[in-house]
C-alpha cells in the first residue's frame, strides 16, 4: 500500500540553524501539507502546496520557512534559521485533490537546543 | 473564529466497553476527518465524512451537519486501541483544522 515516507525521523540542531525536512508524499497525489504538532498541544497547519506554488499558509509560516518540490517525487520544509521555539513533530500529508483525504507521514522530531 | 472542540479530553475503559468520544464544529464544514495518534506519533486517518454514518471493523463514525457534531465509536474495545483520537474539519478549503484529541485508554 502506497504511503508517505519522511527523514529525518528525528533532528536535533542547535539555535539558528538551517534544517531541510524532506517528505516524499504518495506517487500519484497533487496537494500537499507541512503540519506540525509542538509536545502536548494539538497538531496546527503550516502550508499546502499545489501545482509547484503554495496556495495557503499559516501565521506560523514566516519569512523563515519554506517549501519546495525540488524534483517528482520530494517535497521539504526548510526553516532557515532555526529557534527554540521550532522543536515539535512534523507532519508532511498528501491527498490527490480538495476534499480527499490525507495521508500522514510518520513525522520528523525536531529538537532545536 | 473556526473551533474544533472534543471530549471527553481523557477517557479509560475497561476492555469490552463500548466507547463513544464527541467532537462540534463551530461553524459549516466540508468535511470532518477521525484520526488516530499512536504513542510513538504517527497519524492515522480513521474516516472522512460529510453526511451520515461510516463503519469499519468496530469503529463507527457519525455526522449531524444541523447540530454541528460529530461522533466516533468504538464497540467491543480492546487495549490496542488506546491512542489518541483527533477529530479535524476542512472549512471549504484543504487545510486541516484540529481538535485537542481525547486520549483512550483500554484497561485489559
Known amino acids: 500500500e502506497p504511503e508517505v515516507t519522511q527523514t529525518p525521523s528525528h533532528q536535533v540542531t542547535q539555535m539558528g540553524q538551517e534544517v531541510i525536512l524532506r517528505c516524499v508524499p504518495i506517487?500519484?497525489?497533487?496537494?500537499f501539507y507541512w503540519y506540525r504538532q509542538i509536545l502536548g498541544q494539538k497538531v496546527e497547519f503550516l502550508v499546502s502546496?499545489?501545482?509547484?506554488?503554495?496556495?495557503?499558509k499559516s501565521e506560523i509560516f514566516d519569512d523563515q520557512f519554506s517549501v519546495e518540490r525540488p524534483d517528482g517525487s520530494n517535497f521539504t520544509l526548510k526553516i532557515r534559521s532555526t529557534k527554540l521555539e521550532d522543536s515539535a513533530m512534523y507532519f508532511c500529508?498528501?491527498?490527490?485533490?480538495?476534499?480527499?483525504?490525507?495521508?500522514f507521514g510518520p513525522g520528523t522530531r525536531l529538537t532545536v537546543l | 473564529k473556526n473551533e474544533v472542540e472534543q471530549s471527553p479530553q481523557n477517557l479509560t475503559a475497561q476492555e469490552g466497553e463500548f466507547i463513544t468520544i464527541n467532537c462540534s464544529y463551530s461553524?459549516?464544514?466540508?468535511?470532518l476527518h477521525w484520526l488516530q495518534q499512536h504513542p510513538g506519533g504517527g497519524i492515522v486517518s480513521l474516516f472522512m465524512?460529510?453526511?451520515g454514518k461510516k463503519k469499519h471493523g468496530r469503529l463507527i463514525a457519525t455526522i449531524n451537519i444541523q447540530e454541528k457534531h460529530s461522533s466516533l465509536h468504538i464497540t467491543a474495545s480492546h487495549p490496542r486501541d488506546s491512542a489518541v483520537y483527533i477529530c479535524?474539519?476542512?472549512?471549504?478549503?484543504?487545510?486541516?483544522?484540529f481538535g485537542t484529541g481525547t486520549r483512550l485508554t483500554i484497561i485489559p
Open positions: 500529508a498528501s491527498s490527490s485533490g480538495v476534499g480527499y483525504e490525507q495521508f
Open positions: 506517487s500519484n497525489h497533487l496537494y
Open positions: 502546496f499545489y501545482n509547484n506554488e503554495i496556495s495557503e
Open positions: 461553524v459549516g464544514i466540508s468535511a
Open positions: 465524512l460529510s453526511s
Open positions: 479535524a474539519v476542512t472549512f471549504g478549503n484543504e487545510k486541516l483544522t
